[in-house]
C-alpha cells in the first residue's frame, strides 16, 4: 500500500512538499518515484529515485522539483519549488519492487497565475 499526501492549491511561484509512505509487506524496492497526470493529458514520469540514491528528472522540473527517500520509512518525498500553472496535476507515487509495482492513490496539486 502507498499513501500519497502534501498535495494542496498554490500560487504560482510557491512550493509543495509531496509525501508517499510504502506500508505492509514489500520487500526488495528498487526504485521510488512520481507520476503525474494533467487533465486531458497522459500521465508522464516526473522523478525516480533509486535505492542507491541515483536521481533522474523530467527535463520540465529540473532545478525546481528535488526527490528524496528515507528508506527507513519506506518513504518518498517531492519538494516543488517556483510552482507554475502547468504543474497542476495529480501525482501519483510510484514503488518499484523486485516482484512488483505499486501505485499511489494520486494527490492533487493546483497551482494558480
Known amino acids: 500500500q502507498l499513501q500519497a499526501s502534501g498535495g494542496g492549491l498554490v500560487q504560482a511561484g510557491g512550493s509543495l512538499r509531496l509525501s508517499c509512505a510504502a506500508s505492509g509487506s514489500i520487500f526488495s524496492i528498487n526504485a521510488m518515484g512520481w507520476y503525474r497526470q494533467a487533465p486531458g493529458k497522459q500521465r508522464e514520469l516526473v522523478a525516480t529515485i533509486t535505492s542507491g540514491i541515483i536521481t533522474n528528472y523530467a527535463d520540465s522540473v529540473k532545478g525546481r522539483f528535488t526527490i528524496s527517500r528515507d528508506n527507513a520509512k519506506n518513504t518518498v518525498y517531492l519538494q516543488m519549488n517556483s510552482l507554475k500553472p502547468e504543474d497542476t496535476a495529480v501525482y501519483y507515487c510510484?514503488?518499484?519492487?523486485?516482484?512488483?509495482?505499486?501505485w499511489g492513490q494520486g494527490t492533487l496539486v493546483t497551482v494558480s497565475s
Open positions: 510510484k514503488l518499484w519492487a523486485t516482484t512488483k509495482d505499486y
